[in-house]
């Protein structure tokens, strides 16, 4: 069953530019239907106010709003990445042009919309039975801004016996 809760992402005036980077970057995403503004509604004639957009199968609403918001680190995605590869590779892509790299995997893309670019791994490590091995990749995780497994893995490995 389709979901009915979809996030609307506010831009100043860069929907359009924006899905189209997005959906570059991700698998199984498409941009879909763009409203224009018109005479009646409030924005110039004919330039795209509101549209929606699909990134590996989940719905976007996009609205062209204006300068009066912008985004927060109080709003963000997260990216699940299987290996160093897909971190590796969403990370770069989603800074391209403009992005801004932050720590313990965040960054914030050229528009300036948050995102987690997060290995499995890391989960797995938080989570060992070893209390000095989660220790050990918490700590290694919080001096990162890019999040590199085998660096984790290593701080953990020093900590404790390898599970």
């Known amino acids: 069953m389709p979901s009915i ?8 005036d860069q929907l359009e530019e924006a ?17 224009e503004h018109s005479e009646s509604a409030p924005g110039e004639t004919g330039t795209v106010m509101t549209g929606d957009f699909v990134l590996d199968g989940l719905r976007f609403r996009g609205i062209n709003g204006g300068p009066m918001f912008s985004f927060t680190e109080a709003v963000s995605f997260e990216v699940a990445c299987e290996d160093q590869d897909e971190v590796d590779r ?3 892509a989603l800074l391209a042009d403009g992005g801004t790299e932050s720590r313990c995997g965040w960054l914030k893309d050229r528009f300036g919309l948050s995102w987690q670019v997060v290995p499995r791994r890391l989960g ?3 989570t060992d039975p070893d209390e000095a091995r989660r220790n050990a990749a918490m700590q290694a995780m ?22």
Do not use: H, K, Q
């Not at 996030?7 to 100043?12: A, H, S, V």
């Open 5 to 12: 809760i979809t996030p609307c992402l506010w831009f100043d």
């Open 19 to 35: 899905a189209a980077f997005y959906c570059s970057i991700f698998p199984n995403s498409s941009v879909g239907w763009t409203v």
């Open 90 to 92: 969403y990370w770069e």
């Open 142 to 163: 919080l001096g990162m801004s890019r999040i590199v497994v085998a660096d984790l893995e290593a701080a953990a490995d020093a900590a404790g016996a390898v599970v």
């Open 124 to 126: 797995e490590l938080l």
